[in-house]
């Protein structure tokens, strides 16, 4: 694993966050809905960091896929948020990749008319965007796919719970195989009759 994002960076960006959304909200009262599997950790330490009454609130996301008249597609849903009507609402989320998902989201959101809706990411992808939306804060801008830690899963849901962001690196007995192969080390030897 390679270490993309110390625990210590992590930490220094959040609080930078916090303070920021501290002082633009100073004053109110800010429901916080963290995006939940990815976001949970990311949400925890934002939501420590942030000085104004915080009323803490999760949603989930689930895809579905589903063929409709012969036509296959991905829908999205999500775990009803409770009213926010009036509120201010300030979307948790730990990467922004192609923000499809926060985007619908979002909209879903302002259906209940918030009094405001702003996002919140640990990270973002620019290069991936596939709808027009930005973060109004961020952490980090990353182009890597396959970060792990603080939150964010590798396969088989593992990694979560590392204090740092990583890179995996490839498995190791899948390469060393594939470098036997290569060097035409690793073959077995027949008997002769």
Not at 147 to 165: I, K, Q
């Amino acid at each position: 694993m390679r270490v993309a994002f110390t625990k210590e960076r992590l930490a220094s960006r959040v609080r930078q966050l916090g303070r920021t959304i501290s002082k633009d909200y100073a004053g109110r009262t800010l429901d916080v809905l963290v995006v939940l599997d990815n976001g949970f950790l990311f949400g925890a330490d934002l939501i420590r960091s942030i000085s104004v009454p915080v009323v803490c609130r999760f949603i989930r996301a689930e895809m579905r896929d589903v063929s409709l008249a012969g036509h296959a597609r991905r829908e999205i849903y999500f775990s009803w948020p409770p009213g926010l009507r009036g509120r201010d609402v300030l979307l948790v989320d730990a990467v922004l990749n192609t923000g499809v998902t926060q985007d619908f989201l979002m909209k879903q959101i302002l259906e209940g008319r918030p009094g405001s809706m702003k996002l919140a990411v640990l990270f973002d992808k620019p290069d991936a965007r596939k709808v027009n939306l930005k973060a109004e804060y961020t952490g980090f801008s990353s182009a890597s796919n396959s970060m792990v830690g603080f939150g964010l899963s590798g396969r088989a849901g593992l990694y979560r719970n590392l204090p740092y962001v990583g890179l995996p690196r490839p498995e190791r007995r899948r390469a060393s195989k594939a470098g036997r192969r290569r060097s035409g080390r690793g073959k077995v030897k027949g008997r002769k009759g």
